[in-house]
């Protein structure tokens, strides 16, 4: 017992906890598929690709071409979530390994939701959290810079206009879908030489996709990245960082309805809380190159935020 009438008490686990990694496996291969699909149809497959009266010999040709899409995202997403469980694990904090969540290329495009970690124990520090956090965005964008680049390059200049804060596109089934524009977006085509509407290679929609999805994980909300992040640093004021990001994605729903329901999203896996859960000694403060890294990880998120994602032209 503490003066304050505050316990510590230290639990170690006995045996590492047994993993089902069939199932992590399996998630893994399913999702590898459904964005190879999706890949195979901006190549242009069509989506309704298993239609009886396609060859099955032609049918797997045109998923081969999606491989060019699904292989890369399915690497940014397994760096961003493996970098979460390997510093998980060098803490000795019990966190599962990645689970990859499949969805249906026909309802979501992408072929996939993400994927994520569970972290099945408290966390004791802020330095702790922190260090857990920003791994993921950190190795994710390491992972999807290269391949933006590398697909930018290999992407073909359209005959088409833009779009206010748009300015590449894809085509699924003869439709249009532009894809908004960030300051780091805007930076590697200037490295390239990528000029007026561009329309994405598969490579370059994968590392697109690598920075939205950072973007959406830095958001300083509940307990995604961004909060456990802003939680590390500021602390209890995190609550109120979140509250007003929050508040910040209704107008944004006028860009993009896609932030409506980003904003349900976050209300969901905070469990109907904004503010990040207390740790177990959250006075320990982060130290300086911890803090040089949280804000250059609140800088990362102003450069890869993107106000409008995706939308079909008029």
């Keep these: 017992d503490t003066p304050g009438g505050r316990a510590l008490v230290l639990v170690a686990e006995d045996r590492e906890p047994r993993e089902r990694w069939w199932l992590h496996a399996a998630l893994f291969a399913l999702a590898l598929l459904s964005m190879t699909v999706a890949g195979a149809i901006f190549a242009g497959m069509p989506s309704a690709w298993m239609m009886p ?19 890369p995202l399915a690497a940014i997403l397994a760096a961003h979530e493996s970098g979460h469980y390997l510093v998980a694990r060098h803490y000795r904090v019990n966190a599962s ?3 990859f969540i499949p969805y249906p290329p026909q309802l979501g495009l992408l072929g996939t939701m993400g994927a994520f970690i569970r972290l099945r124990s408290p966390l004791y520090d802020r330095r702790t959290l922190f260090d857990i956090g920003v791994a993921g965005p950190f190795a994710g964008i390491v992972v999807a ?12 200049t359209a005959m088409v206009p833009g779009a206010t804060l748009a300015h590449q596109f894809i085509i699924v089934d003869g439709w249009h879908f ?8 805007d930076l590697c085509r200037a490295i390239v030489g990528a000029h007026g509407t561009l329309a994405l290679s598969p ?33 209890e004021a995190q609550s109120w960082i979140a509250r007003f990001f929050w508040l910040l994605l209704i107008p944004l729903g006028r860009l993009w309805n896609g932030w409506w329901l980003w904003a349900v999203l976050a209300l969901v896996i905070g469990r109907g809380r904004l503010g990040h859960p207390m740790l177990i000694a959250p006075e320990r403060p982060l130290d300086g190159r911890r803090r040089m890294l949280a804000w250059l990880s609140i800088a990362l998120l102003v450069l890869t935020f993107t106000p409008v994602a995706i939308f079909i032209p008029d």
């Excluded at 009266?53 to 292989?71: D, W």
């Excluded at 680049?149 to 992407?155: D, F, P, Q, T, Y």
């Excluded at 532009?178 to 977006?185: A, F, Q």
């Excluded at 973007?215 to 640093?233: E, S, V």
Aim: aromatic share 8%; net charge neutral; with cysteine.
């Design 178 to 185: 532009m894809l908004g524009d960030s300051l780091l977006l």
């Design 145 to 156: 810079i290269p391949i933006l680049l590398v697909g930018l390059a290999r992407s073909t």
């Design 203 to 235: 490579l370059a929609i994968a590392g697109w996709t690598g920075l939205f999805i950072t973007c959406l994980n830095l958001l300083p909300l509940a307990q995604l990245d961004g909060g456990h992040i802003t939680f590390a640093l500021f602390g």
């Design 53 to 71: 009266s396609m060859p099955s010999g032609a049918t797997l040709a045109m998923l081969r071409t999606g491989l060019a899409f699904s292989v």
């Design 97 to 99: 390994p990645p689970y």
